[in-house]
């Protein structure tokens, strides 16, 4: 709350000094009012979500959130801009600092105007479409992925993901039967979950109902591997609600789907007797690179411990820089979340230029692919120009 008012008082001051509006005391008595009010109301909502649930409402998110987020993210927003405005017009005064006759027309002065009227516009206008379609959009993005040496058994396999739902205070059960519902009206045949599953503990008999109503509808299962927010929550009560499902859980693990020739798959037959893997790795919270890069080699090699070379394997791993070790050992597909894709797609370039060298979607190096999808769910709904996803492969045998 004090970290936002702080924010908002800023901005208020700057835009005031560009904007010279004469009403300085009125803006910022105003601005922080709502901006307490705002900060408030989200703490509010947080701490009696778990009472809401537990007396049955299964809304899909509160209204009164989503207005404050849209408040307090508006001026998160705005204050950059204002910042760069602010300077230019403080170093025009500087060097116009004599009164001089105003020219007819657009001048200078009533340019910066202009522009410090329109900054609050555009910024409230991003933030309340920036949480209202982030929350309620969802891409459901199909891939087709041909390989050279895919075993014939598996041409026209499919594979669903689902990634980061952080199901809590803005995104509901509801929110994870359609995702669901997006991925299984595809027709794949088995699903992969890859971490950060749930925020909100109170809902884990809800997710539970409605995983193991749906498990059907994945011939051949659902796999899951743990994200950072497992063990931000609660590792364990997270950990009893999927195995009290059909989820299998892969923790720097490995199990062989298929032995070859298509048996142990729905649907499945061919002459092909190589065998299919799905893989799976715990989440690195090792410190510094040179530490991060060893644990994820230490979890990709007790992971893959015992999978045949000639194997066709598919890994999930939370955290995108598994990639790196998935290329580096051949792994034909690997599945990732973790960075949301950014969310606020024009920081795209910052997020990766700070750690994430895959921030979202396809790499490819020779015959494997790493995947990044951009988050199912969040637990911040604000998205621009990064909608949810959900993911399809298809998997196809090159000709």
């Not at 509006?21 to 009696?48: D, P």
């Not at 809590?168 to 971490?195: C, H, Y």
């Not at 051949?330 to 950014?342: E, V």
């Not at 797609?345 to 997020?351: D, E, H, K, Q, S």
């Amino acid at each position: 709350m004090i970290f936002a008012s702080c924010v908002c008082v800023l901005a208020s001051l700057l835009w005031d000094y560009v904007f010279r509006s004469g009403h300085r005391k009125a803006l910022l008595l105003g601005s922080l009012v709502l901006t307490i009010l705002s900060a408030a109301g989200l703490n509010y909502y947080e701490n009696a979500f778990p009472g809401l649930v537990l007396s049955g409402w299964d809304g899909l998110y509160d209204w009164k959130g989503i207005a404050a987020l849209i408040w307090l993210l508006a001026f998160f927003l705005a204050l950059p801009c204002l910042i760069v405005v602010a300077l230019a017009t403080a170093v025009h005064r500087f060097w116009h600092r004599k009164d001089v006759p105003a020219p007819r027309g657009m001048t200078r002065r009533t340019f910066v105007k202009g522009l410090a009227a329109v900054i609050p516009a555009a910024a409230f206008a991003t933030s309340g479409a920036g949480n209202i379609l982030g929350e309620s959009d969802l891409d459901t993005t199909y891939h087709v992925l041909t390989y050279k040496n895919l075993p014939d058994y598996l041409d026209g396999y499919k594979i669903g993901q689902l990634s980061d739902l952080h199901m809590g205070l803005f995104f509901s059960p509801r929110r994870l039967q359609e995702s669901i519902d997006a991925v299984a009206e595809k027709g794949v045949n088995r699903l992969e979950l890859t971490g950060d599953l749930i925020d909100e503990i109170v809902l884990l008999p809800k997710a539970r109902d409605i995983i193991a109503a749906n498990a059907h509808r994945f011939p051949d299962g659902i796999d899951f591997c743990y994200g950072n927010h497992e063990y931000y929550r609660s590792f364990s009560a997270i950990t009893a609600m999927l195995e009290d499902t059909p989820v299998r859980i892969l923790r720097n693990a490995s199990f062989e789907a298929s032995p070859g020739y298509g048996q142990g798959l729905k649907g499945r037959r061919g002459s092909d007797g190589r065998p299919f893997y799905i893989a799976g790795t715990d989440y690195s919270f090792a410190q510094g690179e040179e530490a991060f890069a060893k644990q994820r080699e230490d979890y990709v090699s007790q992971t893959l411990d015992g999978v045949p070379d000639d194997a066709f394997v598919v890994m999930l791993a939370h955290h995108s820089a598994f990639i790196d070790e998935a290329f580096e050992r051949q792994i034909p597909l690997t599945l990732c979340g973790h960075t949301h894709g950014a969310q606020f797609a024009p920081i795209g370039p910052l997020v990766t230029a700070v750690g994430f060298k895959y921030l979202r979607g396809m790499f490819r190096k020779g015959e494997s692919r790493g995947y990044v999808n951009r988050g199912t769910g969040h637990w911040l709904p604000f998205r621009v120009l990064c909608s949810r996803e959900a993911s399809v492969f298809e998997l196809r045998k090159q000709a």
